[in-house]
Structure formats: structure tokens, C-alpha cells
């Protein structure tokens, strides 16, 4: 079972997740999420017990109990709500084609819309 563990000092690292859920059974994985710009922990992790009946004794032993001076949240992981399951960037067009003005304009006719105008043509 995948548990949500919330609300959890920045203090707290990978290993202490692990020792606190191993005292109610045995533990897959523990992680706590990290900004990937920053490196800090964004006070929230995940721990994967094998044995899920250990799982609902940990939830129950553990929610709401302070852990590093925080109260922590503790229950089983849900699944994302919402659409794209991915994650990331979702792809757009940024224009371009047409004749709307702005960057290189090789014509001899008239201004555009700004840009630079080759002038190679007028001589």
C-alpha cells in the first residue's frame, strides 16, 4: 500500500520516514518529494509498506501525531484527481507562418508590423 505522509518538517529526510513507519511493519520505500530547483524538501513524502493490513495500523498509529515539532497527516495515497496524468509541459504553437509583423522581413515591399527589413533588394 502507498501511504501519504503530509505535513512534515523540511528537517526530516528520506531515512526518518523509513525508521518512524518501520515500527509497524515492514517498509518498500519511503521518499519525502523534493523542489527540483531548490533541493528542499516540500513537506510532504510517500512511504510504500508491502503488507497492507501493517499499512492501516501504521495510518491509524500515526495520523496526527507530532513528529519534529508538526502534527503529521497520514493516510492512504489516492491517486491524482484531474486530467493529464503526465505531468509537465503540454505542448502549444507559439505562431509564427503569416505576416503579423515583429522579426525578419525579407521584402521590397512597405514596413511591416517592425522586425528588420532587408534592404538589399532597393538598390
Known amino acids: 500500500m502507498n501511504i501519504y505522509v503530509g ?8 531515512q526518518d ?5 518501520g515500527q509497524h511493519g515492514e517498509v ?3 521518499k519525502i518529494v523534493l ?10 513524502g510517500f512511504v510504500e509498506m508491502a503488507n497492507n493490513d501493517e ?3 501504521a495510518i491509524a498509529a500515526l495520523n496526527g501525531t507530532e513528529l519534529d515539532g508538526r502534527n503529521i497527516v497520514v493516510n492512504e495515497s489516492r491517486p491524482k484527481e484531474g486530467g493529464n496524468s503526465g505531468g509537465g509541459f503540454k505542448k502549444r504553437s507559439f505562431g509564427g507562418g503569416g505576416n503579423s509583423g515583429g522579426g525578419y ?9 517592425g522586425g528588420y527589413r532587408d534592404r538589399s533588394n532597393d538598390y
Open 55 to 57: 499499512a492501516q495500523a
Open 35 to 44: 523542489d527540483k530547483f531548490t533541493n528542499r524538501s516540500k513537506g510532504f
Open 28 to 30: 518498500s520505500s519511503a
Open 7 to 14: 505535513n512534515l518538517s523540511w528537517n526530516l529526510k528520506d
Open 17 to 21: 520516514l523509513q525508521d518512524l513507519f
Open 105 to 113: 522581413r525579407k521584402s521590397s515591399g512597405g514596413y511591416g508590423g
